[in-house]
């Protein structure tokens, strides 16, 4: 079992940075891969860049890539997902989630994720 809560959501301008923290509780986390997803107002959720867990392969959306890095800090059992050159279209709730897997590989559906944590509100302004 995982209890996930995520920090650091806010409200930004666009260029401009925010760092989110996934904090985990549970004696298994270094065997959860963990994504983050995000969800739009009117949109449905959609898969954001995620970290796997032993090989710490790293995946992203391409709407993301150069601009978003994910890690994680298993002894702290932590994940971040470090935002930058924000834009007014990265706006939305942003939830992290965690499946138990040892696999290098990724997994994009959020149906397969069975830990969630309960979303922090990202806001870029143009």
């Known amino acids: 079992q995982l209890q996930l809560v995520e920090s650091g959501g806010g409200l930004v301008q666009a260029g401009g940075s925010l760092r989110l923290s996934c904090a985990a509780s549970?004696?298994?986390?270094?065997?959860?891969?963990v994504t983050w997803f995000r969800q739009a107002p009117g949109k449905e959720r959609e898969f954001v860049s995620s970290?796997?867990?032993?090989?710490?392969?790293?995946y992203y959306t391409d709407s993301v890539k150069g601009r978003f890095t994910i890690s994680r800090d298993n002894a702290k059992k932590m994940v971040y997902l470090q935002m930058n050159n924000l834009k007014p279209q990265d706006t939305a709730v942003y939830y992290c989630?965690?499946?138990?897997?040892?696999?290098?590989?990724?997994?994009?559906?959020?149906?397969?994720?069975?830990?969630w944590g309960q979303g922090t509100q990202v806001t870029v302004s143009s």
């Open positions: 970290i796997t867990s032993r090989t710490g392969n790293t």
């Open positions: 549970g004696r298994t986390f270094s065997e959860h891969a």
């Open positions: 989630a965690a499946l138990l897997s040892g696999s290098s590989a990724v997994f994009y559906g959020d149906y397969e994720y069975d830990y």
